[in-house]
């Protein structure tokens, strides 16, 4: 089993909500919990600029990779750049890419990482600098790996990003649930709107969220017919998450995933699992969120 992360994506980006010490958390509570062993872990190594090129503009790649960002670039993206940060972002642009490879082998890529669903073709929003998932569906495509793939992005935010790079493709299809009233703001995306766009308000937990996501999973994944799903397993969905608005437990975010996971691979579907969102007060326990996000999808594919 592969495991794709890199301590490198721990980036000290000072006093942030975005606690990247959360990827180290979720790796050492998998191995804590048995769930995988430390030679399990796969540092994906750093994409290179043309392989980025696929999906973003040549000016914004440049502009990572040589440190030029400017005063609205970082505003936009809410982080400040750094080498740190550029090689962390590049990690995890190619961790999902080779998770995506993983999982059409085995039948599941894991990544403790990824789910940069804000990211744009020219600009980084909302902390997501490089849209992984667009970029790995892409790339496989390119290569003649897959004819169709998909998005399920479980997010508290829609991601606009994606749905902007994927919009009006017959091969790729994106489903989101998420609050209309959180970032991005108004619904859809700044751009446009996901394939499948369900909205729900805030307080929304683990009854309602269930059964809204058990009725239009389903129907979704055949209608869009992929041989690849890539999942933006955000947990901040949780009810003590301070950037998000529902009421989900641990053990309904648990479900959630655990729904997920089967409902993708019972089809005989490749599942790429990517961690997207998680910004409670403790990282830790956001880690462990994330982690149980992973055991789920190990379980389900024994």
Known sequence: MKVYYSPDYVVDIGNHVFPTVK??????????????????LADPGAIERDALLVVH????????????????????????????????HRK????????????L??????????????????????????N???????????EGAI????????????????????VGREDFSTFSMHDPALYPFDGTGTTAASTVDITMPAGTGD???????????????????????LYQAGVDVHEDDRLGRFELSAHGVLERDRFVAETVLKRGIALV???????????????????????????AKR
């Open 23 to 40: 990827f180290a958390h979720t790796a050492e509570r998998l191995i804590s919990d048995g769930v995988i062993n430390p030679v399990d």
């Open 57 to 88: 503009d040549n000016a914004w790649v440049k502009k990572i990779f040589d440190g030029t960002m400017t005063l609205q670039d970082e505003t936009s993206l809410e982080m400040r750049w750094s080498p740190s940060l550029a090689m962390a």
């Open 92 to 103: 995890c642009a190619a961790g999902t890419v080779k998770a995506a490879r993983e999982a």
């Open 105 to 130: 082998e085995t039948g599941l890529g894991l990544h403790i990482g990824g789910g940069s669903h804000h990211a744009f073709a020219g600009h980084g929003e909302g902390f997501c600098v490089f």
């Open 132 to 142: 992984d998932l667009a970029l790995a569906l892409e790339t496989l495509r390119r």
């Open 147 to 166: 004819e169709r793939g998909a998005v399920v992005d479980l997010d508290v935010h829609q991601g606009n990003g994606t749905a902007a790079l994927l």
């Open 207 to 229: 009854t309602e969220y269930h059964k809204l996501l058990r009725e239009r999973l389903p129907a979704f994944l055949d209608d869009a017919g992929p041989s690849l799903v």
């Open 273 to 299: 699992v990517t961690l997207g969102g998680g910004y409670g007060s403790d990282p830790a326990e956001t880690g462990a969120l994330h982690a149980q996000t992973i055991a789920a999808a190990i379980q």
